[in-house]
């Protein structure tokens, strides 16, 4: 079982910035890729970013390449996704996932994911 706590959420201004991290309990968390996902109200969920389990393999959505990055580290069990540039638009509960790692890339499908976090709000005022 893996479990999942994401912090680093908040209220910032458009055009500012928040680092994002998302902690797992786990005992080999090499064995796993992340991804990020954020749902916004009334919308569905939607992949953001994502990771292999080495950190040597990422990919973004196009709504957020060029402003967001992501990274891992092993020794610490978290995966962090640095966001800059934010935009109203990116507004929303962001989530961190887990599955067990794979050769082909890290997965933008949700389908793909066994593990979830609760997810931490993202608030970007204009």
């Known amino acids: 079982q893996v479990q999942l706590v994401e912090s680093g959420g908040g209220l910032v201004q458009a055009g500012g910035s928040l680092r994002l991290s998302c902690v797992a309990s786990v005992r080999a968390f090499s064995h796993y890729d992340v991804g990020w996902f954020r749902q916004a109200p009334g919308k569905d969920r939607e992949f953001v970013a994502g990771t292999s389990w080495s950190g040597e393999i990422t990919r973004f959505a196009e709504t957020v390449e060029g402003r967001f990055t992501i990274s891992r580290n092993n020794a610490k069990n978290t995966v962090y996704l640095q966001m800059i540039s934010l935009k109203p638009k990116d507004t929303a509960v962001y989530c961190c996932?887990?599955?067990?790692?794979?050769?082909?890339?890290?997965?933008?499908?949700?389908?793909?994911?066994?593990?979830w976090g609760q997810g931490t709000q993202v608030t970007v005022s204009s």
């Open positions: 996932a887990a599955y067990v790692r794979r050769t082909a890339p890290p997965s933008a499908s949700p389908y793909e994911y066994s593990y």
